[in-house]
């Protein structure tokens, strides 16, 4: 007993569709999980920002580097594309706010780009 050739037409158009499927969800969640880890990273920074930086100077900097957040894990410092955050081209961007001459600031606003979502932001005024 024999498949007929419209019968394996139908089996090879329904397995197309079926690795479509996949393959777009499959791009879906990675641009959700790369979101959740620009998420996190921006929350590992602003807890660095607030619980370790400003209480250890009493300020905020006027610009980071990766030397500025000791207490976060390396690799969140990077974006997907392995900018750090300070360089211009990075997901991640950071703004010190109501700064005095000598670079020392009262606030600060943190954002990342995200694929999915709108830009997510955390301020200084977040941690009241």
Same mark, same amino acid.
């Given at each position: *007993?024999?498949?007929?050739?419209?019968?394996?037409?139908?089996?090879?158009?329904? *397995?197309?569709?079926?690795?479509?499927?996949?393959? @777009?969800?499959?791009?879906? @969640?990675? @641009?959700?999980?790369?979101?959740?880890?620009?998420?996190?990273?921006?929350?590992? *920074?602003? /807890?660095?920002?607030?619980?370790? /930086?400003?209480? &250890?100077?009493?300020? /905020?900097?006027?610009?980071?580097?990766?030397?500025?957040?000791?207490?976060?894990?390396?690799?969140?410092?990077?974006?997907?594309?392995?900018?750090?955050?300070?360089?211009?081209?990075?997901?991640?961007? /950071?703004? $010190?706010?109501?700064?005095? $001459? &000598?670079?020392?600031?009262?606030?600060?606003?943190?954002?990342?780009? @995200?694929? #999915?979502?709108?830009?997510?932001? #955390?301020?200084?005024?977040?941690?009241?």
């Amino acid at each position: *007993m024999g498949f007929t050739v419209i019968e394996v037409i139908i089996f090879f158009v329904v *397995m197309v569709v079926l690795a479509v499927f996949f393959i @777009l969800q499959k791009s879906d @969640l990675q @641009l959700s999980y790369d979101d959740q880890t620009r998420k996190t990273a921006i929350n590992s *920074m602003f /807890y660095s920002l607030t619980e370790i /930086y400003h209480p &250890e100077h009493g300020y /905020y900097p006027s610009n980071v580097n990766p030397d500025t957040f000791k207490a976060v894990a390396p690799e969140l410092l990077s974006d997907t594309w392995d900018v750090a955050i300070g360089d211009s081209e990075s997901e991640y961007r /950071y703004e $010190g706010l109501d700064c005095n $001459g &000598e670079g020392k600031c009262q606030k600060f606003k943190l954002t990342a780009s @995200l694929d #999915k979502e709108a830009e997510y932001t #955390k301020t200084s005024d977040d941690k009241n």
